[in-house]
């Protein structure tokens, strides 16, 4: 990462990133994602700056495994909202989505996408950071080869059910009145809101307008009960402990002697050689005891 | 904790345990409790000691919503084991159920059951260290009533509608097949189990033997397969991920610096004054610069 040879960098990003100047979009985001002490020091203070024209934006994750259209969802979703006047940025989920996010929202940007990938933890870490969790599912024959992952349909504020087009529509709406009962079962996160399951089809661009719609009710929701404030506050303490973890995590596995032993002591753990106590105990004595 | 004035304290221990002696069974579990520095040492000797003689017994997690008669179905079930020539030991939750289901493991139980306390994060905690996850439900008038957890659900390797007598019958069933449905929607966690739903009536004496041969049957299948054993190292290297991160937060809270400025930073947090960036880096900072 190098620096532009002007006097003020951070006025620079700033005022780029007011005027919604694309490459200085990028470049800020390129900053944040630095590994290099230098540029995570630049990346805090430009956080800060930006910090009091951050929190307007929509704040929309969407999930969904392989093959049930996302991207063609997202584009028409896009396309819509463009049509509505709204601008909107759409983001991956990547190690620092939160401060590409904050960024965009500084930026202007009405709505601001973060699409997960659909591996790992990414939609637990999505759902912890946006304002509505989509959650897009295909009728399929057998509904448990979609291979959604555990919890995930219990983070979501609504499902949709792609791809109810042509020969397929009554098997979505069969589909949508499955997941219907099946979320019912489900406690909800809000008293003010039981999330819905909707059908659409993204190649058609049929059922945008009606999932928007629900977004914005939902919204309006959950300002109106004081909702929204309260989970934007718990958002930003969960997100400073999942920091405060990482860096944790971090001193620990950067401490020489762990990474000497660590493979050692995994293995004995994993033979049954060691108890798990007994190696936590070892693994931490090394950090208070450096040489 | 007093240790016993004896002049091989481990021998006393081991021994004890291995001749099931309650008292020293129950001293034993204190003293991995402790939280003072010798009386842990102690512990982690004694479970080293002790770790040939684990790994045998049936390991069953039992969660469900207050009210859902779980004491009335561990009295119950344990009836059951004892009248099939078992032993049987019940431990809740607690800081080191794991390390207390292995003393009870070394004592030579056949079945360990562990209770949850239906709040926070003990039903994941309890599930990421059995071979079997027993989920009791009721059949309400709306299930969203029950108050299940969110993922709690999807944790089972079998759900138990209870309280299926008298009137209730019905009810019962009908809810049996709601569940059955729900489950089907989510993708098992095993190629080689899809968890089934039952009904029984704890009270009555009624549906035990069916979900205890359930257990019986999953653990043959989970056997052959390997996967048992797969779980049960996975376990052990999740367990000692886990207590590094507890070590790892417990030095970080034990922090002087953390300790007085947290409160202030928290705050700061919450209503905006400062980037969740910012206050993480600034309390990791602590760590690495002592006074």
Redesign the interface.
């Known amino acids: 990462m190098t620096l532009p040879e002007i006097p003020d960098t951070m006025n620079y990003y700033i005022s780029g990133i007011q005027e919604k100047n694309r490459r200085i979009l990028s470049k800020a985001i390129t900053l944040i994602e630095s590994s290099l002490p230098e540029d995570?020091e630049a990346?805090?203070e430009l956080?800060?700056a930006l910090?009091p024209h951050t929190?307007n934006a929509v704040r929309l994750g969407i999930t969904g495994v392989p093959g049930v259209g996302k991207s063609t969802f997202v584009e028409a979703f896009g396309m819509y909202l463009l049509g509505q006047g709204l601008s909107l940025a759409v983001l991956g989920v990547a190690r620092k989505t939160?401060?590409a996010m904050?960024i965009c929202e500084a930026a202007g940007y009405d709505v601001i996408i973060v699409e997960t990938v659909g591996v790992g933890q990414s939609e637990t870490t999505v759902a912890s950071m946006v304002d509505f969790f989509l959650v897009l599912m295909l009728a399929g024959a057998g509904?448990?080869l979609?291979?959604?992952?555990?919890?995930v349909?219990?983070?979501a504020d609504a499902v949709a059910i792609n791809k109810a087009d042509q020969d397929n529509i009554k098997k979505a709406e069969r589909a949508r009145k499955?997941?219907e009962?099946?979320l019912?079962?489900?406690?909800?996160?809000s008293p003010a809101w039981s999330p819905p399951v909707m059908t659409c089809s993204a190649v058609e661009a049929d059922g945008i307008a009606q999932i928007w719609s629900v977004v914005t009710s939902h919204r309006k929701k959950m300002i109106a009960s004081g909702e929204m404030e309260t989970r934007r506050?718990k958002q930003?303490?969960d997100?400073?402990?999942s920091?405060?973890?990482?860096?944790?995590?971090y001193?620990?596995h950067k401490d020489r002697r762990v990474q000497k032993e660590l493979p050692e002591?995994?293995e004995d753990?994993?033979n049954?050689k060691?108890?798990?106590?007994?190696?936590?105990?070892r693994?931490?004595f090394f950090?208070?005891n450096k040489r």
């Open positions: 995570q990346a805090g956080l800060e910090l929190g939160r401060e904050l509904d448990e979609q291979g959604i992952k555990k919890g349909l219990e983070l499955e997941y009962n099946a019912h079962l489900l406690r909800p996160a506050k930003a303490i997100w400073m402990w920091l405060v973890d990482e860096g944790l995590k001193r620990f002591i995994t753990v994993n049954g060691m108890t798990p106590t007994f190696a936590a105990n693994l931490l950090l208070d």
